[in-house]
Each structure stands twice: as structure tokens, then as C-alpha cells.
């Protein structure tokens, strides 16, 4: 039972165009969203996150979007450069409940 | 000045054997956790342990024993290993019911 749900295993961008990564999930209860980049075998950093109450939240080149009424997520990163390219893993959480599901991560590589 | 740190990196195993994961975190935080992130790819959370308390178990198999010596550091001790173990597992922590977590490294466990 896959509560969020990353259904583009990979993308590939051009550097400096935008990449867009995308998210659903299917627990209404679900406040707080996340997300986090990860590079061959190191662990996931934290990028950007934003709560239920808002729409957008930006942070230098990325950009969160939440539709609550479509249950979907998406992170926005303009311009891309090369040292975006990583799995970018999209995580939901409910009420603080310190547990975090996790999508299964979108492979995004950015071309030089 | 590492934050989230794990010991082994790296974990080749027989099956049948009894193996120990370190972790341990510098940033003060009073939450920990273990994920596993299987072979396909996804990372779900195991155990949470909040002011060397267990808060989190999900439905893991008793032959995974999470121990909390005190608030900085959260082991993983698994007995009886099995081919299925075969994963990387990330440590993470976090401020109590601060929903950012910051993870480790990952440890891979390799079970033959």
C-alpha cells in the first residue's frame, strides 16, 4: 500500500532549464511533505519541506508546490546544474507523528 | 564534523550470523530512527526511539533489536541473519516532533 507514490522512476534535464519532480499521495490525513536528495551511497539531506496550510514554499532555486485537493506535490528546480542530479525522494508525515513515508524516489539527471 | 554517523559503511555476512549496527548523531537531537531501504528502493521506517525510548516498531521481525544507550546513540542488532536482510539501513535523528530528520550514511548489509 504505496501512500505516496513518485511515478516517474527518472528524468533528464538540459542545465538550465527547469526540472520538475512530481508527487502523489493518497492519506488525507497526511500534513507535512518533504523532500529530500540523495547521492550514490550517502544518505538523503533534507531540501525543502512545506505544511499543509500553504500552497508554495520556495527556498533559493526550488520551489514546493502542494495541491491539496489533487493529494500531488511537486518540486520545482530552476535553473538545474549538473550537481542537481541525484534520486529526490518525496516524504508525507501526519501530525508530528515523527514517522515519515517515503515515495520510491525520482532519478533526475541534469545534462551539460 | 559529521552529524548523523554509522559504523560499518559496509556489512558482508553468512546467513545465520549476528551482526551490529552503530550509530550515532552530534546535532543534540532527542529522536532516532532506522530505516530500511530495500532492493526496491524504497526507505520505511523500522524503529524510532525518543529520549531512549521506543516510540516506533513497526512490524519488524524480533530478530532486529534496536538498543538506545543513551539520547546520541541508537545500535541495530540483528540476529539470525537472513538473505532477505540484505538492504542498506539508514540511521536518522531528529528534535522531538520536529518533522525534519537528518540521515546517516547508510550501512549496506550484505547477507550470502
Known amino acids: 500500500d504505496q501512500q505516496v507514490k513518485q511515478n516517474s522512476p527518472s528524468l533528464s534535464v538540459q542545465e538550465g532549464r527547469i526540472s520538475i519532480l512530481n508527487c502523489d499521495y493518497t492519506?488525507?490525513?497526511?500534513?507535512?511533505f518533504l523532500w529530500y536528495k540523495k547521492y550514490p551511497a550517502e544518505g538523503p539531506t533534507f531540501l525543502i519541506s512545506?505544511?499543509?496550510?500553504?500552497d508554495k514554499n520556495e527556498d533559493g532555486r526550488f520551489t514546493v508546490f502542494l495541491n491539496k485537493s489533487a493529494k500531488h506535490l511537486s518540486l520545482h528546480i530552476v535553473p538545474s546544474q549538473p550537481g542537481d542530479s541525484a534520486v529526490y525522494f518525496c516524504?508525507?508525515?501526519?501530525?508530528?507523528?515523527?514517522?515519515?513515508?517515503f515515495g520510491k524516489g525520482t532519478l533526475l539527471t541534469v545534462n551539460p | 564534523d559529521t552529524a548523523v554517523s554509522q559504523t560499518p559503511k559496509y556489512l558482508v555476512t553468512q546467513m545465520g550470523n549476528d551482526k551490529s549496527i552503530k550509530c550515532e548523531q552530534n546535532?543534540?537531537?532527542?529522536?532516532m530512527y532506522w530505516y530500511k531501504q530495500d532492493s526496491k528502493k524504497f526507505l520505511k521506517i523500522m524503529f524510532s526511539?525518543?529520549?531512549?525510548?521506543?516510540?516506533i516498531n513497526e512490524t519488524v521481525p524480533n530478530r532486529f533489536s534496536p538498543k538506545s544507550p543513551d539520547k546520541a546513540h541508537l545500535n541495530l542488532h540483528i540476529n539470525s541473519l537472513e538473505l532477505g536482510d540484505s538492504a542498506v539501513y539508514f540511521c536518522?535523528?531528529?528534535?522531538?516532533?520536529?518533522?525534519?530528520?537528518?540521515f546517516g550514511p547508510g550501512t549496506r548489509l550484505t547477507v550470502l
Open positions: 492519506n488525507s490525513m497526511f500534513d507535512y
Open positions: 516524504a508525507a508525515n501526519r501530525g508530528s507523528n515523527y514517522k515519515l513515508t
Open positions: 536518522a535523528s531528529s528534535q522531538a516532533r520536529v518533522t525534519v530528520q537528518f
Open positions: 512545506i505544511s499543509s496550510i500553504k
Open positions: 526511539y525518543n529520549n531512549k525510548e521506543l516510540i
Open positions: 546535532l543534540g537531537h532527542d529522536t
